[in-house]
């Protein structure tokens, strides 16, 4: 077949995989034949109407040609490839035209593996491309998907504007520490675990030492969460400080502590709506019979879990969310064997709070915590491995619609010794297959410049064989 591009004649396969780099108001095309070779140059299109447009009327062209299947990849950008990849799969139902989104840290594998020098959205087409054709296996376009909780999206991003609430308030929070810091220092010592709502309410009326001191301590002690004796200690405190505090610095203290109330006002009433839309959903009901678990945390895991029937196992959402260990083995040693922190950190960052609470509250989690400390892990170890398993948990309650039950678990538990009993002794069996197939050219030795951790491990392999 023969395609006529308007720069070339280009012979023309079956199979087109179209690369969509977008950026905010444009996005760049490459289309690549199966085997990499281009069958359109580089181009660039406008992300309004007319540009969708002018890009149906080229995959309308290109199908004329002869073009059967066209696989088309949008490097997913924060959402900024919404439009396009919707625009394709309404556009082209009933072609076909097949559509997926592609995670960026593999288009920028593709790129670092050929060496490129300099990356621009052209270039970033043409690894978009590559990537498709070469990991076809990896990509997802639909064709079997569960359709997605149009609720649940808009909630995730309703909780991504309470996240960046959040993020506000901690910049505030710093940029008051700096300002105490220099002109109030003394107000520190309340400080050790964030700003205390009373210390906010106190800056807002009296935001210098000079102003505590003419307040005094009656006026002090009227405010809400200052004690007499309290009061009498910030005055002391104010007494010891000699730092000359201009008028508009003291205004500028006063308007931080205002905007942080005001961000923790904001941030209560935007969980507690969120709270109020979801609370009524199945899975967040599931969820809130968890010991540990409050309304919070369950719309946020039902949030950003949506269907879990998009998982085919536990380990698999695990691994989504990155909750999974890890680790790294290279020659003779291996290395940080922790939590991977890959994918979506939002649910991570709930799991954590619940897991202090669960490994309270909760009989199962806080069996898990103990043992685990007992085994020397310190906290945060120890608290990963409730996450993990908290996460277990929950992907077992949404798979089959049933309440936290400790007994089920329990039950559960009992089972997976079985099978990691059975999987131990086969893995034992695969090990030694693996090295006989490992060594067939030549048996282990020491006779080598190896070091002496690999010479310890080779004598044992050798001992254990000879046994055997």
């Not at 023969?2 to 969509?20: A, D, Q, V």
């Not at 290395?335 to 709930?350: F, L, N, Q, T, V």
């Amino acid at each position: 077949m023969i395609f006529y591009s308007p720069n070339k004649t280009i012979e023309y396969g079956k199979k087109g995989f179209l690369g969509i780099d977008v950026s905010k108001g444009y996005a760049d095309f490459l289309l690549l034949g199966n085997d990499t070779n281009v069958l359109e140059e580089g181009f660039q299109l406008s992300d309004n109407r007319e540009g969708r447009h002018r890009l149906k009327q080229l995959i309308t062209g290109w199908q004329q040609q002869g073009l059967e299947e066209l696989y088309c990849g949008v490097e997913s950008t924060g959402g900024y490839e919404d439009l396009w990849h919707s625009y394709l799969k309404t556009a082209f139902k009933e072609s076909k035209v097949y559509v997926c989104r592609i995670n960026p840290r593999g288009v920028k594998a593709v790129g670092d593996a050929a060496l490129k020098r300099t990356i621009t959205d052209a270039v970033s087409a043409e690894n978009i491309a590559t990537y498709m054709i070469s990991f076809s296996k990896k990509l997802d376009y639909g064709t079997n998907a569960i359709p997605l909780n149009e609720g649940f999206k808009e909630g995730r991003q309703h909780n991504t504007c309470i996240r960046m609430l959040v993020k506000q308030k901690v910049q505030l929070g710093n940029q008051l520490e700096k300002l105490l810091y220099q002109y109030f220092a003394e107000m520190l010592v309340y400080c050790c675990h964030g700003t205390p709502v009373w210390l906010l309410n106190m800056l807002l009326k009296y935001p210098t030492s000079a102003m505590v001191l003419k307040a005094g301590t009656a006026k002090l002690s009227a405010i809400k969460g200052v004690s007499n004796a309290k009061a009498k200690a910030i005055v002391a405190k104010a007494k010891d400080n000699t730092q000359i505090v201009s008028t508009q610095i003291g205004h500028v203290i006063m308007v931080t502590a205002r905007e942080i109330l005001h961000k923790e006002t904001l941030i209560n009433e935007e969980r507690q709506y969120l709270a109020n839309l979801y609370k009524e959903s199945e899975e967040v009901i599931l969820l809130t019979t968890i010991p540990g678990v409050g309304i919070d945390s369950a719309v946020v895991f039902a949030l950003e879990i949506g269907d879990v029937n998009r998982f085919e196992s536990a380990k698999k959402m695990a691994s989504f969310f990155g909750v999974h260990p890890t680790f790294k083995q290279s020659g003779d040693g291996v290395w940080g064997i922790h939590m991977s922190k890959k994918g979506r950190g939002e649910i991570r960052s709930a799991l954590y709070m619940a897991s202090l609470s669960a490994a309270r509250h909760n009989p199962v989690l806080k069996q898990v915590y103990a043992r685990f400390r007992a085994k020397g892990m310190k906290h945060y170890q120890s608290a990963g491995v409730v996450m993990h398993k908290l996460l277990r948990i929950i992907f077992g309650m949404l798979k089959n619609k049933t309440k936290f039950c400790a007994e089920t678990d329990e039950q559960n538990q009992q089972k997976a010794k079985e099978k990691q009993h059975d999987k131990e002794q086969k893995d034992q069996a695969d090990k030694k297959i693996k090295q006989q197939k490992k060594h067939r050219f030549q048996e282990a030795t020491t006779q080598g410049p190896i070091s002496r951790r690999a010479e310890q491990r080779i004598r044992k392999q050798i001992a254990s064989q000879a046994s055997d």
